[in-house]
């Protein structure tokens, strides 16, 4: 159990200490190559072969993921359990920093963070389409027309969305399955982020997974947006605009979960989200500011840290009495 108490803190420290490593050193980058390189042998012209082929894809990258980090999890079980007398301290801050480390590889704080400011420093500047070209790298909309707005709109919805997909996710499934859940949830996560789209290329491909990821976001996505409100509380925002307009127009938008976290933000920050012809969700304007974009940076951190003490940690603390974890 303190190892894995421990490890979660040490994490999400990392993280917001340091943010991500280089690419090439990067776990989630590898299993990123890992699906890039195998997609195009799930390919076919017959629509149903094409979604075995995706099926087959995603259920392999997860089992092999799932299988690496379930050995080291239970390697370090293992090496905690033996009576090696003062050995045992080195054997824990060992374990504590190795399953730290790469749990923190499976989260996106700090990533976030730099990578939204890059959009905000070229609007700062007046510069459109680098600010568009930043933010086609975490969004899936076409952002070639949009206007200012639109751009500091979409950049806080992917920061709503973040907080699910790069933080709390990984951490729900670290509290009942350790680094195999955070690995599997993170590979089947970057599965949708890059065939899981909607068009006549990925249609039938990226199904199954996107499919995956919606059933594992089912339930982070919610418990994550009420844990936001609590973090809008903290921040100084309005909270019970937050949880009212979680509750009114969190269903709203075409993706089963997505909508929540949004939701949230936008009672929170006061403002309205609007994804043209798509949705909208919020009832303030949608005139947005350097300050909009600083408290929503600062409502995904404490959201981070306030879900790892509010439910991460407490929920390893109870499976651990009740025998389900193993390790010190």
């Not at 089963?256 to 798509?278: C, I, Q, R, S, W």
């Not at 009832?283 to 500011?289: I, S």
Request: aromatic content about 10%.
């Amino acid at each position: 159990m303190l190892v894995l108490v421990l490890s979660v803190v040490f994490a999400v420290a990392l993280d917001l200490a340091l943010g991500d490593p280089k690419n090439k050193y990067h776990p989630t980058a590898w299993i990123g190559i890992l699906i890039g390189k195998f997609a195009p042998s799930a390919r076919s012209n017959n629509p149903k072969l094409e979604r075995l082929g995706g099926m087959v894809l995603v259920a392999s990258v997860t089992t092999l993921v799932g299988a690496l980090l379930y050995l080291v999890d239970h390697t370090f079980a293992y090496l905690n359990n033996l009576d090696l007398g003062v050995a045992k301290i080195l054997v824990l801050v060992t374990s504590v920093f190795v399953i730290g480390l790469l749990l923190k590889t499976t989260i996106a704080i700090k990533g976030m963070q730099r990578h939204a400011s890059k959009i905000m420093e070229s609007l700062s500047r007046d510069d459109l389409d680098g600010a568009r070209a930043n933010l086609s790298m975490i969004v899936k909309r076409n952002t070639k027309n949009l206007d200012r707005q639109h751009i500091i709109s979409a950049t806080l919805e992917s920061i709503s969305e973040n907080i699910v997909d790069g933080i709390t996710g990984p951490l729900f499934y670290f509290a009942f399955f350790g680094l195999a859940g955070a690995f599997v949830y993170r590979a089947v996560n970057t599965a949708d982020s890059m065939i899981g789209y909607k068009t006549d290329l990925f249609r039938n491909l990226g199904w199954f997974g996107a499919n995956c990821d919606k059933v594992l976001n089912f339930v982070p996505s919610r418990l994550t947006s009420m844990i936001m409100v609590f973090a809008g509380a903290i921040v100084g925002c309005n909270w019970k605009d937050s949880a009212k307009i979680m509750k009114r127009d969190g269903s709203k938008t075409e993706s089963t979960n997505a909508g929540y976290p949004m939701a949230t933000m936008a009672g929170a920050l006061g403002v309205k989200f609007e994804k043209l012809d798509h949705y909208v969700l919020g009832d303030g304007n949608t005139e947005f500011t350097e300050k909009h974009f600083k408290t929503a940076i600062y409502m995904m951190k404490v959201t981070a840290i306030l879900f790892a003490g509010m439910f991460t940690i407490p929920v390893i603390i109870v499976l651990s009495f009740l025998g389900w974890w193993n390790l010190a």
